[in-house]
């Protein structure tokens, strides 16, 4: 029995076949698991990062026999708490769609994940274990197009919970998202011409070399305009500090998700931490070299560490450089006051959008100078 | 002529720099760009700082630790006790009659065995979700019957009914001595009282570590 097995294991089809699609799958498995399960080690950053910034100390009263783990068990309890609440459908509520907003406010916020590339491909024995779940030709794009999915939920949110709050928060949620997802995607398409390129495991391979010899050839190196205008356009799209207008608590109570309660309101909690990490894990693949060490590109790392270690450095890299911009999302949120709506959309349309149009012009003129 | 005069009190303080004049923002600011980077920085001294000197954080985990109170502090009451066990109480009123919040309420009775004392309490209620601990009733006693010198003040309960602190509440040890934390009779005040003097250094040195985090974190407005 053995022997036929192996025999099979070394067949051709099953190396370039099925073997391919199992790694897939188990990929595609893994993926989500590790980023939900980053959610509240992120919650419980925001929750300390924040205390320790306001001279206070953070939740550190849940404990396990005495143990708090630095009140690392808070989001454990809360999601118990979440998980045993009462189901309330207020009266107004168009239930179907009540129902349906949180899903599809988490489903595409786990989906945007899939193109991220967290460390090169490896090969063992000639078969070729790629660290991304799905390696597509419209790469980047599909990001964009996933994440501007999370608006439905939003919307549906606001609108099917019957409450004046909830619509003016899906509304603002709604316009504000719409708007910065164009900026989001000007600012990017001068990486796209800069790299020619739109899949992200492409990109952070050329990000690997150095320019004039001493440079990673980073985004942020490259186009620090479009850094700039992306992260703040990132910032409105998770509907974070200082754009967090959906939520504006002294106006709106809570926006969009006022009338969830429970686990249905905890996936909204979910979902924008999720885009949290899902932003700031395109932010490092674009212009931060993604799970490139700088000045150790992934070539010569499989060659100093070989292919079973250099996967997991890359990883780490890659998570440290991703922790880092979770991290600035929670340390801006406790320095930036809120803005005014009127100012967050002139930003949008009078400052980012022509900046981003310009910066594209710019590096268009000098790709053509230097070619 | 007394607009002038006015003028006068802000011309005084026109060139104090605590005041915070109303300027019209410089270029770079309204950019808002590197004020951003500013706002950064601020913050995450405090948290730098916060982070590596945690245990001088002015936080007290209360229920945990507890802030040491001066001996003068004005806690939960007690009735005192005569040595034969007696309360000093002679039901009086002036206390109920002193008391701003009308939160004492007493039922006089006789002694009826030639006590010299000749009047006692019946009943002695004081309704602690009324008292306002404001002191009154433990000056108008000309007893010294009542005081509160017990230190205590978390005093939450589950009813409003245990909240009325009956004749016995307040002449026992209630609640008891290990979760209290407070002084109830002459030694136990006394041994609270040194252990004030000697939490006084503390309450300075931890007041003198306050002032120098304000002074380690200038900066930050």
Redesign the interface.
């Known amino acids: 029995m053995s022997f036929y097995l192996e025999t099979y294991i070394s067949t051709y089809v099953f190396k370039t076949l099925y073997l391919p699609i199992m790694i897939k799958i188990v990929l595609a498995v893994a993926f989500p698991l590790v980023v939900l399960s980053a959610i509240p080690i992120v919650v419980w950053m925001e929750r300390r990062?924040a205390g320790?910034?306001?001279?206070?100390?953070g939740p550190?009263r849940s404990n396990i026999a005495g143990y708090t783990f630095f009140g690392l068990l808070h989001p454990i309890n809360d999601a118990i708490k979440m998980i045993m609440k009462e189901t309330l459908t207020p009266e107004r509520a168009k239930v179907l769609f009540y129902f349906l907003a949180p899903a599809l406010v988490v489903i595409p916020a786990i989906m945007t994940f899939a193109v991220i590339p967290v460390a090169a491909p490896v090969e063992i024995e000639g078969v070729v274990i790629p660290f991304q779940v799905a390696t597509i030709d419209t790469g980047l794009l599909y990001v964009l197009a996933i994440s501007s999915l999370g608006i439905y939920g939003i919307m549906m949110a606001g609108w099917a919970s019957g409450n004046k709050f909830s619509m003016l928060g899906g509304l603002r949620a709604a316009s504000q998202m719409l708007s910065y997802e164009m900026v989001l995607g000007i600012s990017l398409v001068t990486l796209f011409m800069i790299y020619a390129e739109i899949e992200p495991a492409a990109i952070v391979e050329s990000q690997g070399e150095l320019i004039f010899g001493f440079i990673p050839k980073w985004g942020i190196f490259l186009s620090p305009v479009a850094f700039?205008i992306f992260i703040t356009a990132a910032f409105a799209e998770c509907n974070r500090t200082p754009f967090d207008l959906p939520e504006a608590d002294s106006e709106i109570v809570a926006g969009y998700h006022l009338e969830y309660g429970g686990m249905k309101f905890a996936m909204f909690m979910m979902a924008e931490y999720l885009s949290i990490i899902t932003m700031s894990a395109v932010v490092t693949t674009m212009f931060f070299g993604g799970y490139q060490l700088p000045f150790l590109p992934s070539a010569k790392l499989h060659a100093l560490a070989g292919p079973f270690i250099s996967p997991f450095i890359q990883i780490a890299a890659f998570s440290v450089k991703t922790l880092f911009f979770i991290w600035l999302y929670i340390?801006?949120r406790?320095?930036?006051p809120r803005f005014r709506y009127d100012q967050v959309m002139k930003l949008c349309y009078l400052k980012l959008f022509p900046i981003a149009l310009a910066n594209i012009f710019i590096t268009a003129a000098i790709i053509l100078l230097i070619s | 002529m007394s607009n002038k005069k006015y003028t006068k009190i802000t011309d005084h303080f026109k060139d104090n720099e605590f005041i915070n004049k109303n300027r019209p923002l410089t270029f770079l600011e309204r950019l808002y760009f590197i004020e951003i980077f500013k706002g950064l920085a601020v913050t995450i001294k405090h948290f730098l700082y916060n982070f590596f000197n945690f245990s001088k954080l002015p936080t007290i985990d209360y229920p945990d630790k507890k802030r040491k109170i001066p001996a003068s502090f004005r806690g939960r009451h007690r009735l005192t006790l005569r040595p034969d066990g007696t309360t000093r109480c002679v039901a009086c009123f002036l206390c109920s009659t002193a008391c701003p919040a009308d939160c004492i309420y007493i039922e006089a009775g006789e002694y009826s065995d030639g006590n010299p004392n000749e009047k006692y309490p019946l009943r002695y209620e004081i309704d602690m979700l009324r008292c306002v601990f404001c002191g009154l009733c433990v000056e108008a006693c000309p007893c010294d019957a009542i005081r509160m010198d017990t230190g205590l003040y978390d005093l939450a309960d589950y009813s409003r009914e245990d909240l009325i602190f009956t004749k016995e509440k307040l002449t026992s040890d209630y609640p008891p001595l290990k979760e209290r934390g407070g002084a109830f009779n002459a030694e136990e005040f006394e041994a609270a009282r040194a252990l004030e003097s000697a939490g006084k250094d503390e309450n300075d040195k931890a007041r003198k570590r306050e002032k120098q985090s304000e002074g380690d974190i200038k900066n930050d407005d």
């Open positions: 990062g320790l910034i306001q001279d206070r100390m550190n700039f340390w801006a406790w320095t930036l």
